[in-house]
């Protein structure tokens, strides 16, 4: 528990520290890749993005809790399984921020984890919140 408050406290530390993105150039995630990825059709967006939205939710809480004990194997496979989640929509940034937790996991570097699920989890929440309004538009 101790672990997990002292994440949750540099989480919220370092996101208090983020540049403001919200008016920035690049997009958050690519919508015609997600539609190329999904086949096209609205209805196969939406069910994506409706299981993109809990299992993203169920992955990065995966990730916290290997972190806290202290398992790289656990860290390293979630990472994974959550960066091909990320890769369907088209989300480079956040992509990228997962590629990075698994690959310091594989090498076994935890306090370079530690720091990079940081950055995950904010490039996460910014996804999230931009698919929401995605799929809120008419």
């Known amino acids: 528990i101790v672990v997990e408050n002292q994440l949750r406290n540099e989480s919220i ?44 939710i169920r992955q990065l809480e995966q990730v916290r809790v290997a972190i806290e004990s202290g398992r790289c194997e656990d860290i390293q496979s979630t990472a994974h399984l959550l960066k091909s989640s990320i890769g369907i929509v088209g989300a480079e940034s956040c992509y990228q921020a997962a590629a990075t937790v698994e690959q310091s996991a594989q ?15 904010f490039e996460l929440d910014r996804l999230r919140s931009s698919l929401r309004d995605f799929v809120a538009e008419p």
Request: glycine share 6%; net charge negative.
């Open 13 to 56: 530390h370092k996101l208090e520290q983020q540049p403001d993105v919200s008016d920035s150039e690049s997009p958050v995630f690519d919508p015609e890749r997600l539609r190329q990825n999904t086949g096209g059709s609205d209805q196969m967006v939406r069910q994506t993005l409706e299981m993109f939205e809990h299992e993203s």
């Open 107 to 121: 090498q076994g570097h935890l306090d370079q984890v530690k720091d990079q699920f940081i950055e995950l989890e």
